[in-house]
């Protein structure tokens, strides 16, 4: 019955400052899995809180900024119909220029193997299932990794554990995807060797793709800038340029 308060309370108490990032807040939400948390001045005197309510309407709000970005298609601080056709535009029309430049560079690098392809035309049919495969593969690995930096789990301790785990997923993955291509291409062409090109290609492929997909948005967070502006573009440009030159450059060595 004596006992005084400051011996019944806790001064290790969780809260956040009136100037925190509202993402950092949502993350300690995550975090901590509190229905509220205190807000406090530079003085440590309680101002306000912070509910659950708040910090799941902050999440949705980051996570579509986030898928817009990512695809390059501007800033998303106005829902899709309070945004004019020519603010529309405006966000996506430079990165739609830069993705034709990066297509046309992948295009002019597949016609310099204009004469094995002359030579083996069914690699025209095939270049693109490489090319795809590899983009799709890195996207699932950037899209994994954009969320994981913005939920603060990737870290310099940590990083070396995501590169080894994320390369040996897509070895697998690519040697049984590989397996199934390989019989496609054996089924159009007859040609055992064609079958391992298209093979090898797509393992080396989803390994650049799943490089990029790593590699990109982690680079831009140590800049400084935002991970996920642009990546789906650049992702594309090495995946579409790198499916080309590698499939068409093994079929030049090893099937002419």
Same mark, same amino acid.
């Given at each position: ?32 899995? $509190?229905?509220? *948390? ?41 829902? $899709? &119909? ?50 795809? *495969? ?49 019989? &496609?291409?054996?089924? *159009? ?54 499916? &080309?030159? *590698? &499939? ?9």
């Amino acid at each position: 019955d004596n006992e005084l308060i400051r011996d019944m309370m806790d001064d290790n108490v969780v809260s956040v400052s009136t100037t925190t990032d509202q993402e950092d807040v949502s993350q300690m939400f995550e975090k901590y899995g $509190y229905l509220a *948390i205190p807000v406090v001045d530079n003085e440590k005197r309680l101002v306000g809180i912070v509910t659950i309510d708040d910090a799941i309407s902050i999440m949705q709000d980051e996570a579509s900024e986030d898928i817009a970005k990512m695809n390059a298609m501007g800033p998303s601080d106005k829902p $899709y &119909f309070k945004q004019s056709m020519w603010e529309l535009y405006k966000n996506r029309a430079p990165w739609l220029l830069v993705n034709l430049c990066t297509a046309g560079f992948a295009s002019y690098v597949a016609s310099r193997f204009e004469n094995t392809v002359a030579h083996i035309v069914v690699l025209a049919f095939l270049m693109s299932i490489v090319a795809g *495969i590899g983009g799709n593969s890195g996207n699932q690995t950037m899209t994994l990794v954009i969320r994981a930096l913005a939920l603060g789990q990737v870290t310099s301790s940590n990083v070396r554990d995501l590169i080894k785990k994320e390369l040996s997923v897509t070895v697998l993955a690519g040697l049984a995807g590989g397996v199934i291509a390989a019989i &496609f291409a054996y089924m *159009i062409s007859g040609s055992l060797p064609l079958a391992a090109v298209m093979m090898a290609s797509m393992v080396c492929n989803m390994l650049v793709g799943v490089s990029v997909g790593m590699f990109v948005p982690i680079m831009r967070e140590k800049l400084g800038k935002d991970p996920a502006v642009g990546s789906s573009v650049l992702l594309t440009f090495a995946t579409d340029t790198m499916g &080309f030159l *590698i &499939f068409l450059g093994l079929a030049t060595v090893f099937l002419l």
